[in-house]
Nanobody, 128 residues
């Protein structure tokens, strides 16, 4: 059971990046998948989640309107489209899966402890 995050890189302010989170060993449409980021010296911060079985999409206030989460079941992949990037978006981005279905039972998507399977992270640097 693994997640592979990819798509990070260097972007200029105002540009866009799309991150991918590809699962192996399980089907992404059956579980909630979340995106988090962690900047140097800071705690891991929740950005967005897509619920299991297309039950909804959720965003932190800091990225709502700029970031968009989606799922491609055929590719077993969840995406995070990031638009109008800012230097403050510089961080390592992680995807995570809730294989224990905690989010399904309690509806809490923003806590890292709700997710039990994590990808390795992909670095996003936003700089001019």
């Amino acid at each position: 059971l693994q997640l592979q995050a990819s798509g990070g890189g260097l972007a200029r302010p105002g540009e866009s990046l799309r991150l991918s989170c590809t699962a192996s060993g399980f089907t992404v449409k059956d579980y909630a998948i979340g995106w988090f980021r962690q900047a140097p010296g800071k705690e891991r911060y929740w950005l967005s989640s897509i619920a299991a079985r297309s039950l909804g999409e959720y965003y932190s206030n800091s990225v709502r309107g700029r970031f968009s989460i989606s799922r491609d079941s055929a590719k077993n992949t969840v995406y995070l489209q990031m638009n109008n990037l800012e230097p403050g978006d510089t961080a390592i981005y992680f995807c995570a899966a809730d294989l224990s279905l905690l989010t399904y039972s309690n509806g809490i998507y923003y806590q890292p402890g709700q997710y039990d399977t994590w990808g390795q992270g992909t670095l996003v640097t936003v700089s001019s």
